[in-house]
């Protein structure tokens, strides 16, 4: 989340809410709790800032929807980030350093399936976080042409349904990323000491059964475990990790599929509220009109304004100029805060 300018643009939203001092009358404070519970009303966010639903729901107005956008993209750049293979501690880094162990005798089965396990389950909450930003998105496409460009933009970022396929990844009829789990295990061990059988098939004496658990065959794989669960590989070094490998580059390497995805939820982040909504916006004539009134006079606009409460205080923080998504977001948490 970008911090930068908080200071101001807290202090720019301080000045929208008339302070009255103790005459009986709200302070600012009271007014900046009253329209943040609103917006957390709208989005299903209980009282302790815990979603109580997700977020692909449609928004009833521009302000609540810019919030829940804000969260469903933090989410999809944090889960991206596990992947990435130049973020710190990511999945794959973790899982070659476990190869390296199994090619020097070090590992044991178990160090090799939590590895595998850890792979999976990051892809699979990736493809969550995907679905609900996408789903959202498209939910909410009449807050503005900006909106479907997002969208149109995040569907840009996955690999063709081929190349998904080798991953045991496909789209359903919806464009949701879905993952089969057994598929992508046996993508990620496809390298293991692979032969071709009678049918012309390849093999490796590794396979997984109904609730993921890792099958090794003694007498058809090179990758051989005892009865103390330690593994011994007797194959060639480079075809050991080759099929996670490509899953690695395919996936978290530079323009992989969480690479780009990554991206664009930072860059999104990064982008001005207004190139998010688009220009034609329902709302930007109200935004117009309200960057014309006095900042401080966030009392007189209401009763002139028929917008919403809650679009209220989106329009006031506009009056301040084009800030991004995440110090929007932030100027609201900080009000969560009073």
Do not use: C
Not at 16 to 40: C, H, I, R
Not at 68 to 83: H, N, R
Request: overall charge negative; glycine content about 8%; hydrophobic content about 30%.
């Amino acid at each position: 989340m970008a911090f930068g300018g908080i200071s101001s643009n807290y202090y720019s939203t301080y000045n929208n809410y008339s302070y009255s001092g103790y005459n009986g009358v709200d302070t600012w404070t009271d007014n900046a709790n009253k329209e943040t519970e609103k917006l957390k009303d709208s989005l299903g966010i209980d009282s302790s800032g815990n979603k109580k639903t997700d977020t692909t729901t449609k928004a009833s107005s521009a302000s609540s929807f810019l919030m829940g956008y804000q969260m469903a993209l933090e989410d999809l750049e944090a889960v991206s980030k596990k992947l990435q293979t130049d973020s710190k501690d990511n999945v794959f880094s973790k899982l070659d350093a476990v190869w390296n162990d199994v090619a020097n005798g070090k590992a044991t089965k178990d160090d090799l399936e939590k590895a595998l396990n850890d792979v999976v389950s990051a892809v699979t909450d990736f493809a969550d976080k995907y679905n609900n930003t996408v789903s959202y998105l498209k939910k909410n496409t009449e807050h503005g042409s900006g909106v479907s460009s997002q969208l149109a933009s995040f569907e840009r970022g996955l690999p063709t349904e081929k190349a998904l396929k080798t991953m045991g990844m496909s789209l359903d009829k919806n464009g949701n990323l879905q993952v089969d789990e057994k598929k992508l295990k046996e993508a990620l061990v496809s390298g293991v000491g692979a032969y071709m059988d009678d049918e012309g098939k390849l093999q490796n004496g590794i396979t997984f059964d109904e609730s993921g658990k890792m099958q090794i065959d003694p007498k058809n794989s090179t990758l051989l475990v005892d009865d103390k669960g330690n593994l011994t590989y007797t194959g060639d070094r480079k075809s050991l990790t080759s099929g996670s490998d490509f899953v690695k580059e395919s996936i978290g390497g530079q323009y992989g599929m969480a690479d780009r995805i990554g991206n664009k939820a930072t860059a999104a982040l990064d982008s001005s509220i207004s190139s998010i909504l688009g220009s034609d916006a329902p709302e930007a004539e109200a935004i117009k009109e309200a960057e014309k009134k006095d900042a401080g006079t966030y009392g007189s606009t209401k009763k002139q304004s028929t917008m919403s409460d809650s679009f209220l205080q989106f329009a006031s923080f506009a009056k301040s100029g084009a800030y991004n998504l995440s110090n929007y977001y932030a100027v609201n948490m900080l009000n969560m805060l009073v």
